[in-house]
């Protein structure tokens, strides 16, 4: 599963790569990102579900757990996702954020979320580099909890059901989580940035006890809009 993971980030670089071949005779600096009027973007990406990674934990990378080893929140680790998204220009208030509607989709059956929020960014060296932070609110299709496979009075097959479920699927502990996120991006050309990013799920035990979490790491190709 992670060569499949690999291969696909492979191929998201280099399409992020095709973009800058093809307009190499157009200007290299960005829109000018001081301007009310930065355009909007969208955004195709690829990323790992469940990368073992959490900058805003006491530590930054996670031991491995041994395989054949089920810790919570890790039942749906290893499978891949693909990210579309859509950024609003700036809002002309709040420090100037953009309003983000995001789909991360999974490719290997598990949880897919959809998510609305905002990111504030930074430029540096002449608009070249950026980094971004943000924040949303997101829905999702998994589990809230996922059935018992030890209830009484259920069949042989349904208890097994539930328990291939409980061995692959997460409990989130709710339909609603939050979504806060992170990313450098790089300017390829007024059009085109790749992005390293970080997306993380989960709701702070507000609204349960179950609150395992996830993070994703990826990358992404940005396509500005417009003229």
């Not at 960005?30 to 955004?43: G, I």
């Not at 991360?104 to 979320?113: L, N, W």
């Not at 300017?187 to 702070?204: D, G, I, K, V």
Request: charged residues 20%; hydrophobic residues 40%.
């Amino acid at each position: 599963m992670m060569d499949g993971v690999r291969g696909a980030l492979g191929a998201v670089l280099t399409l992020a790569c095709l973009p800058a071949a093809a307009m190499a005779q157009e200007r290299a600096g960005p829109p000018d990102a001081s301007r009310d009027t930065a355009p909007p973007e969208v955004a195709l990406g690829v990323f790992q579900h469940g990368s073992n990674f959490h900058p805003l934990g006491s530590r930054l990378f996670f031991p491995r757990t041994p395989a054949g080893v089920l810790v919570e929140g890790e039942e749906e680790y290893g499978t891949a996702d693909i990210q579309i998204s859509y950024r609003f220009a700036p809002v002309r208030y709040l420090l100037k954020p953009r309003v983000t509607a995001k789909a991360q989709i999974s490719t290997g059956g598990r949880t897919s979320f959809a998510s609305l929020g905002f990111e504030y960014r930074q430029h540096i060296l002449h608009g070249r580099v950026y980094g971004s932070a943000g924040i949303g609110v997101t829905i999702h299709d998994g589990y809230r909890f996922t059935p018992d496979p030890f209830a009484p009075g259920i069949s042989n097959a349904e208890a097994w059901r539930r328990y291939d479920l409980y061995r692959t699927r997460t409990s989130w502990g709710s339909r609603v989580l939050f979504n806060p996120n992170a990313a450098i991006g790089v300017r390829l050309n007024r059009r085109w940035a790749a992005e390293l990013a970080w997306e993380h799920f989960s709701h702070h035990q507000i609204f349960s006890d179950t609150n395992p979490g996830i993070d994703t790491l990826g990358i992404r190709v940005v396509r500005a809009l417009g003229r």
